[in-house]
């Protein structure tokens, strides 16, 4: 059966978001990156009409090295699991991102429709004309997964990319020996990645996998990734990577930051949630944590500003 396509744009939302700083590495490596924050609740709090139509889109206010100097702009991923030409729709919408922040709007398309495309997509949209440029074309970069080969993702170092693998090209691979392969890279890095990476890790392979249910759980035993499962319970409670993060008072900008980067992890938890890939024991647990560093931030900003 089909996985609903919303439940497609949850979980690419999901993985971009908690593999930033690898999505840019792996997808744009001339081009250095700095800090970053999520703009979905903010976008949606601006255009409360947009929201069921930005399910699978995420923007982010990210600084980016243009002409050799760190600037601030606006970044915009569409994800699109069937193909068609979107070029109007990425116009669109960031003419919305740039009316949010003002910032030059860096746009892109992800395609992870399972066809192998003769002819690619349209990556620019015709939006303007004067007598003396003439046309003027919004452009966007076109990224599409199966143009990739998943022989080539799965033996990179890089998690994303080995979790890309099952949805590229895996003309010439044994499904079962890269499902094998991604839960080695879990296991080994377990402790390195944050709860709902781990979690993010589990669902994706679920999701993807081209293999029986028995199979998967046999390889999940020998690689000790029924473990793993089993503790993400309590490794959220602890939410070590934003504990690392967040240490006493935070101030300004750095402030903004971190508020934003955890808003944009909720976000992405409640849409899990809402389409059924989350249970609501699993969303309660990932969440609390969350709210309660947003809520230690709040009180934050109150002692300061009374102080």
């Known amino acids: 059966m089909e996985k609903n396509p919303k439940i497609h744009d949850a979980l690419f939302k999901w993985l971009i978001t908690s593999f930033t700083e690898e999505f840019f590495a792996h997808y744009f490596p001339g081009i250095k990156i700095g800090t970053y924050s999520f703009l979905d609740k903010e976008f949606v709090s601006r255009y409360e009409a947009l929201k069921e139509s930005l399910r699978g889109d995420l923007f982010l206010a990210m600084e980016t090295e243009i002409e050799g100097e760190l600037r601030d702009i606006v970044i915009q991923i569409e994800h699109q699991s069937e193909k068609k030409d979107i070029g109007r729709r990425v116009y669109e919408y960031s003419c919305y991102a740039w009316l949010?922040?003002?910032?030059?709007?860096?746009?892109?398309?992800?395609?992870?429709?399972?066809?192998?495309?003769?002819?690619?997509?349209?990556a620019s949209f015709w939006y303007a004309f004067d007598s003396r440029n003439k046309k003027q074309f919004h452009c966007f970069d076109v990224i599409k997964i199966k143009s990739e080969k998943s022989g080539e993702l799965i033996e990179k170092h890089s998690l994303l990319c080995k979790l890309l693998a099952l949805k590229a090209d895996d003309r010439g691979t044994d499904p079962e020996e890269m499902v094998c392969k991604i839960y080695q890279a879990v296991s080994e890095q377990k402790d390195r990645l944050s709860d709902d990476q781990l979690l993010l890790a589990e669902q994706w392979v679920g999701a993807y996998k081209k293999i029986s249910d028995e199979r998967l759980d046999a390889i999940r035993k020998e690689v000790r990734m029924e473990f793993i499962a089993t503790t993400i319970t309590e490794h959220i409670r602890h939410q070590s990577e934003i504990q690392a993060t967040i240490k006493g008072k935070t101030e300004g900008k750095t402030e903004g930051k971190i508020e934003g980067k955890i808003e944009g992890k909720i976000e992405i938890l409640e849409n899990l949630y809402v389409q059924g890939i989350l249970s609501k024991g699993q969303f309660e647990e990932m969440v609390a944590p969350l709210r309660k560093k947003l809520s230690e931030i709040s009180v934050g900003n109150a002692e300061t500003e009374a102080s």
């Open 100 to 122: 949010l922040r003002g910032k030059p709007v860096w746009s892109m398309a992800v395609y992870t429709d399972d066809a192998v495309w003769k002819k690619t997509v349209p």
